[in-house]
């Protein structure tokens, strides 16, 4: 049985997220996409179980346990879920008193993304405490640049809910939702960046709907609709951040003398920073669509997976034997030795802090000690 501390410790951390992998499908196979083209395909399941969601919910809930933000979106696409309805319906009538989460996260190629779920989620919205954030992925302008990026053509039916989801927005007043219309920079569809800008601007203008345009996340706040020119994050990275970078002069979104400083700071290759533990060991657990908990978005490959909810608590595998050798590793430094770590392009993100992980060491070394006696 897990040691009440560790679930104190847990409770008082900050800025906790948690990832739920709900769908192994989508109806595209994008090239910029590792879940097409890695091994989350050949997981046994197509979708997590509604029961074994509700069970790992209750449990956070049992424990008091809040989280920052809630993602709804690891691998495939959520919304082919058939009980998505139902999830969304489950976390937001569970969050009295903002109990459970301050965000829910989702991201979407907005295909599946019906006038039907649209209303249920700006319906709970609009009745229970929680913010909303939604990705729109559409990254293309024309037909043909969106079959090439995204196998197949579906732009008019994504088109369309994107604007019925931002006329019912602005209709309802829904204010606790982010909207990001997404772009992602890719070499099959850059030369239409300035089109995609210009069609969604227009469209925006038209409705009388406030937004502002960005080049990267997280964005500014200084409104609740976004278009958002996002890089690619995938091999031969520096290609990648050159050809967003060329883009972002392009639209004029950044001055000339401020892009390099605001571009490279989120990128690692740009400069040389200090490595630290790194905080998804600690603060974002991810729950695969089979029931795996993993302490790393980027290992689709379980490489490191911690156990599955299936058969154990979410705590007893958080805090595990092998979770915390995991840690060690991190604390001493040791990230060659860790195949999903060595070549990471996300180490510059969060940050535990170094009283969180002496908090943490000094619980386990006082458990260790409970133990010897």
Same mark, same amino acid.
């Given at each position: 049985?897990?040691?009440?501390?560790?679930?104190?410790?847990?409770?008082?951390?900050?800025?906790?997220?948690?990832?739920?992998?709900?769908?192994?499908?989508?109806?595209?196979?994008?090239?910029?996409?590792?879940?097409?083209?890695?091994?989350?395909?050949?997981?046994?399941?197509?979708?997590?179980?509604?029961?074994?969601?509700?069970?790992?919910?209750?449990?956070? %809930?049992?424990?008091?346990?809040?989280?920052?933000? %809630?993602?709804?979106?690891?691998?495939?696409?959520?919304?082919?879920?058939?009980?998505?309805?139902?999830?969304?319906?489950?976390?937001?009538?569970?969050?009295?008193?903002?109990?459970?989460?301050?965000?829910?996260?989702?991201?979407?190629?907005?295909?599946?993304?019906?006038?039907?779920?649209?209303?249920?989620?700006?319906?709970?919205?609009?009745?229970?405490?929680?913010?909303?954030?939604?990705?729109?992925?559409?990254?293309?302008?024309?037909?043909?640049?969106?079959?090439?990026?995204?196998?197949?053509?579906?732009?008019?039916?994504?088109?369309?809910n994107t604007k019925y989801l931002l006329r019912d927005k602005k209709n309802k007043n829904v204010t606790d939702e982010i909207v990001l219309l997404q772009y992602l920079v890719h070499e099959l569809s850059k030369e239409e960046s300035k089109k995609f800008?210009?069609?969604?601007?227009?469209?925006?203008?038209?409705?009388?709907?406030?937004?502002?345009?960005?080049?990267?996340?997280?964005?500014?706040?200084?409104?609740?609709?976004? %278009?958002?020119?996002?890089?690619?994050?995938?091999?031969?990275?520096?290609?990648?951040?050159?050809?967003?970078?060329?883009?972002?002069?392009?639209?004029?979104?950044?001055?000339?003398?401020?892009?390099?400083?605001?571009?490279?700071?989120?990128?690692?290759?740009?400069?040389?920073?200090?490595?630290?533990?790194?905080?998804?060991?600690?603060?974002?657990?991810?729950?695969?669509?089979?029931?795996?908990?993993?302490?790393?978005?980027?290992?689709?490959?379980?490489?490191?997976?911690?156990?599955?909810?299936?058969?154990?608590?979410?705590?007893?595998?958080?805090?595990?034997?092998?979770?915390?050798?995991?840690?060690?590793?991190?604390?001493?430094g040791d990230f060659e030795n860790i195949s999903i770590c060595k070549d990471c392009d996300f180490f510059i993100g969060p940050k535990i802090s170094k009283e969180d992980i002496s908090g943490y060491l000094r619980i386990f070394d006082e458990i260790n000690g409970e133990d010897d006696e």
């Amino acid at each position: 049985m897990m040691n009440k501390k560790f679930i104190d410790y847990y409770r008082n951390l900050d800025n906790k997220m948690i990832g739920f992998d709900l769908s192994n499908k989508c109806c595209f196979k994008c090239v910029y996409c590792s879940f097409q083209n890695k091994l989350n395909k050949d997981r046994e399941n197509d979708f997590l179980n509604l029961d074994l969601f509700k069970k790992i919910i209750n449990e956070q %809930i049992e424990n008091k346990i809040k989280y920052r933000v %809630i993602f709804l979106a690891v691998g495939g696409e959520s919304l082919m879920h058939p009980y998505f309805n139902e999830i969304i319906s489950f976390l937001f009538k569970n969050n009295e008193g903002e109990r459970l989460f301050d965000i829910i996260s989702l991201n979407t190629n907005v295909a599946f993304l019906s006038p039907e779920s649209t209303d249920t989620i700006h319906n709970l919205i609009l009745n229970y405490p929680g913010k909303f954030m939604i990705t729109l992925s559409i990254n293309a302008y024309s037909s043909r640049a969106f079959k090439l990026v995204k196998g197949q053509d579906l732009l008019k039916i994504t088109n369309e809910n994107t604007k019925y989801l931002l006329r019912d927005k602005k209709n309802k007043n829904v204010t606790d939702e982010i909207v990001l219309l997404q772009y992602l920079v890719h070499e099959l569809s850059k030369e239409e960046s300035k089109k995609f800008l210009d069609f969604w601007e227009s469209f925006l203008q038209d409705e009388g709907i406030n937004y502002i345009v960005e080049y990267e996340l997280p964005f500014k706040k200084e409104s609740d609709v976004a %278009i958002i020119f996002k890089r690619v994050y995938w091999d031969n990275q520096e290609k990648y951040d050159k050809m967003h970078q060329d883009v972002v002069k392009e639209l004029g979104l950044l001055p000339l003398e401020e892009k390099k400083k605001d571009l490279e700071k989120f990128s690692p290759r740009f400069h040389s920073v200090k490595r630290e533990p790194c905080a998804s060991l600690w603060l974002s657990p991810i729950v695969r669509v089979d029931g795996i908990l993993s302490p790393c978005l980027q290992d689709d490959r379980d490489l490191q997976m911690l156990g599955n909810l299936k058969n154990d608590s979410f705590f007893d595998l958080w805090f595990s034997e092998s979770a915390h050798n995991l840690r060690k590793k991190h604390i001493a430094g040791d990230f060659e030795n860790i195949s999903i770590c060595k070549d990471c392009d996300f180490f510059i993100g969060p940050k535990i802090s170094k009283e969180d992980i002496s908090g943490y060491l000094r619980i386990f070394d006082e458990i260790n000690g409970e133990d010897d006696e």
